[in-house]
């Protein structure tokens, strides 16, 4: 029942701000208590809105991300994942789950090159960027360093990463 409240609640708030009547909700965030319920109709719902809003979809990824929850990273992620090098004149080369998974941890342990030591990550980046609105998001694209985020059938996903040729070498390698 509490989570069907959350729901309608979320609801009310989408189409409170849809209809002009503009709330500031940037830092909102969907917390499930027990996100081990998958077959609740209410859990569904409330993941479902999760990716509606970008300003909703970047606290969870976040989460995810920094708790290496897979399962959520896997739901957050539009498929195939797409990549290419460094490089727009470099092959899109996409992956299904099972290599995404194989992928993931080599992506975020990429250096971001955003600094001069070299030493961030996007791990780092992702771990440093609380606020959906510092990516500047547009209707329908995102993008936080070499990761973007794009709106695909009215949700948010991860859906593309720029690679090193370092990442590229190493996953060649795995």
């Not at 998958?38 to 909703?56: A, E, H, N, P, Q």
């Not at 998001?137 to 996903?157: C, M, N, Q």
Request: aromatic letters at 10%; a neutral charge.
């Amino acid at each position: 029942m509490k989570y069907l409240l959350l729901a309608i609640t979320l609801a009310s708030l989408l189409c409170c701000c849809e209809s002009g009547k503009r709330q500031d909700n940037t830092n909102a965030q969907v917390k499930v208590d027990n996100p081990d319920r998958k077959s609740s109709k209410d859990t569904i719902i409330v993941k479902r809105l999760t990716t509606l809003r970008f300003s909703l979809f970047w606290p969870a990824f976040r989460r995810a991300v920094m708790e290496q929850d897979t399962a959520t990273i896997l739901r957050l992620t539009h498929f195939p994942f797409e990549t290419r090098g460094e490089s727009d004149d470099d092959p899109v080369v996409r992956y299904e789950q099972a290599d995404f998974l194989r992928l993931y941890p080599l992506l975020f342990s990429q250096p971001t090159g955003l600094n001069s030591e070299g030493e961030e990550t996007e791990l780092d980046l992702v771990r440093t960027t609380a606020k959906s609105d510092s990516l500047r998001p547009t209707e329908d694209f995102a993008r936080l360093g070499a990761l973007e985020f794009r709106k695909i059938d009215e949700h948010w996903k991860f859906a593309f990463a720029y690679l090193t040729d370092e990442t590229i070498e190493k996953m060649k390698k795995k």
